[in-house]
């Protein structure tokens, strides 16, 4: 396992190499001057032009950019902000991922709380109503873009009746549409899962061994139903959380919620190379942990892949 563990960050430190060189690559080349961002309307000279870009070091090649961020990075130096001057690049993040992590947590644990349950019962009671609404449900909760469904709530919760902010994160009135919106996809997907995983898991020969030997419903369910019916479902479950993490730039733009996913927006607008690469680097790191934590997982719940 510990060889395993090795291996598996080994290939982490490549991902995120790969990536932040890519998305530098990337940056580095797109049209526009920062230089010239950073003025806005006022008027400059060209060498005061010059001067901010010697300044920022964005006359600096290629490669004399990238390894002196990669050398700063080793330090625990994210730099300074282009966009917002003075403003430490780790502070900024350290703010903007709090209220990212407040709302993803959230989302996540309202779309878990209800689309287990419901997914279960709906396989244990099927082509019951309970069956064909839940399936409906997290066909359109699937298909339909949330940026919709999140425009659509704040048009009929705030436009029109005026109960919930449309945006901010001020209160915790304003946490309830950009919640809801974001659970409602990841509910979806783990109901849909579940559901079917259940039903596979049903049809086994131990199961129906279970039920043959006079085991409760309810015994059948928890002790040998439920834990490998799960497995598949950490696997979705990791994905959806480091997807969530860093695919919330929609969600946060349409309610100008003040996290990750509005920043790298601003930042890609403003070219601001420094504050694109730490956050490209953060979402990174959090999809190689959450896919590496559940592998661990896997090992926890079936004993079968500690063996192997």
């Not at 625990?76 to 709302?103: F, K, V």
């Not at 994160?169 to 974001?182: E, K, M, Q, T």
């Amino acid at each position: 396992m510990l060889a395993y563990l090795i291996k598996r960050l080994l290939q982490g430190a490549l991902v995120l190499f790969l990536v932040t060189f890519f998305t530098f690559t990337v940056m580095y080349f797109m049209p526009g001057d920062p230089a010239r961002t950073m003025v806005g309307q006022a008027r400059v000279t060209e060498e005061q032009l010059d001067l901010i870009r010697e300044k920022w070091h964005l006359n600096d090649g290629f490669f004399e950019r990238y390894w002196s961020w990669i050398s700063n990075l080793a330090t625990g130096d994210l730099g300074i902000s282009i966009m917002r001057p003075g403003q430490p690049i780790s502070g900024m993040i350290g703010n903007a991922a709090w209220y990212t992590l407040q709302l993803t947590t959230l989302s996540m644990l309202i779309s878990l709380l209800i689309a287990i349950p419901v997914g279960v019962l709906a396989a244990t009671k099927r082509n019951s109503f309970l069956d064909y609404a839940s399936t409906l449900g997290s066909t359109l909760g699937v298909a339909i873009p949330n940026y919709w469904i999140g425009i659509m709530a704040i048009v009929f919760f705030s436009v029109k009746l005026g109960w919930l902010p449309p945006y901010g994160a001020d209160s915790w009135r304003a946490y309830i549409l950009p919640v809801l919106v974001l659970s409602i996809e990841e509910m979806a997907a783990v109901m849909r899962l579940i559901r079917g995983t259940t039903i596979e898991v049903l049809g086994q020969d131990y199961v129906k061994t279970a039920q043959a030997k006079g085991l409760r419903r309810n015994t059948i369910l928890s002790r040998h139903v439920f834990r490998n019916a799960m497995l598949p479902v950490i696997t979705l479950i990791g994905y959806r959380m480091a997807f969530i993490l860093s695919g919330t730039i929609v969600i946060e733009t349409v309610f100008s919620w003040p996290g990750l996913g509005q920043l790298f927006f601003d930042a890609i607008t403003n070219k601001d190379l420094q504050v694109v690469q730490a956050i490209v680097l953060l979402l990174t790191c959090i999809v190689v942990l959450m896919n590496i934590v559940t592998d661990m997982m896997y090992a926890v719940i079936d004993p079968r892949v500690r063996v192997r």
